[in-house]
Nanobody, 121 residues
Framework: QVQLVESGGGSVQAGGSLRLTCAVSGDRYCMGWFRQAPGKEREGVAG????????YYADSVKGRFTISQDNAKDTLYLQMNSLKPEDTAMYYC?????????????????WGQGTQVTVSS
């Protein structure tokens, strides 16, 4: 079993920054951040292979967002810079214990409760 608890969301003006944190318990092979805006499907933002730290990103956030991990602290981060109003969404931390596939909802088995990010123009 993997348990995930997100924090760090909030409201920020366009161009600003936020850092999301996900406290993790349990063994995991791959972790990711997803987001879901009202009326839209949940979409993958960034992923990280926990064994070697290799990362991958959605095109919409490349160069602006950075996913990282601190295994000693059992914590996953998402540093978000140059935020845009279209980044407004509920952000979710996710984990899978067996594979590190593409950023699709079906590829992750464990989910946190989400943290809200609101970016105003």
């Amino acid at each position: 079993q993997v348990q995930l608890v997100e924090s760090g969301g909030g409201s920020v003006q366009a161009g600003g920054s936020l850092r999301l944190t996900c406290a993790v318990s349990g063994d995991r092979y791959c972790m990711g951040w997803f987001r879901q805006a009202p009326g839209k499907e949940r979409e993958g933002v960034a992923g990280i292979y926990t064994r070697d730290g290799s990362t991958y990103y959605a095109d919409s956030v490349k160069g602006r967002f950075t996913i990282s991990q601190d295994n000693a602290k059992d914590t996953l981060y998402l540093q978000m810079n140059s935020l845009k109003p279209e980044d407004t969404a509920m952000y979710y931390c996710a984990a899978d214990t067996m594979r590190c596939g593409p950023l699709r909802v079906g590829n992750f088995d464990y989910w946190g409760q989400g943290t809200q990010v609101t970016v105003s123009s």
